[in-house]
């Protein structure tokens, strides 16, 4: 975790991201303390921000990650007829 924001850098509160991703404040925690998204804390007394680059970040990681596994699953319903024809198997004379 940095001790600085980027110069520039956007920051949300956890209650913000929570909303955005539709989870509780204690999952963003959760995810800031995985490394899953980035934060810190600032400000006296030191309060939780996550950088808005994170967030998009980390939105992208699980939409890839839906995408590996929606293929997963298209690959394990597929039968060996699907693949390779529809023919009987031949023997090997």
């Given at each position: 975790m940095p001790d600085t924001p980027d110069a520039g850098a956007r920051l949300f509160t956890p209650a913000?991201?929570?909303?955005m991703l539709q989870l509780?404040?204690?999952e963003v925690i959760a995810l800031v303390l995985d490394a899953r998204l980035r934060g810190m804390?600032?400000?006296?007394?030191a309060r939780w921000r996550i950088e808005a680059d994170?967030?998009?970040g980390?939105?992208?990681d699980q939409a890839e990650e839906a995408r590996r596994m929606a293929l997963w699953r298209e690959s394990n319903a597929?039968?060996?007829?699907?693949?390779?024809g529809r023919g009987p198997a031949r023997g090997g004379d």
């Amino acid at each position: 975790m940095p001790d600085t924001p980027d110069a520039g850098a956007r920051l949300f509160t956890p209650a913000e991201v929570a909303e955005m991703l539709q989870l509780s404040v204690d999952e963003v925690i959760a995810l800031v303390l995985d490394a899953r998204l980035r934060g810190m804390k600032v400000g006296s007394p030191a309060r939780w921000r996550i950088e808005a680059d994170s967030v998009e970040g980390y939105l992208d990681d699980q939409a890839e990650e839906a995408r590996r596994m929606a293929l997963w699953r298209e690959s394990n319903a597929a039968s060996f007829p699907e693949l390779w024809g529809r023919g009987p198997a031949r023997g090997g004379d």
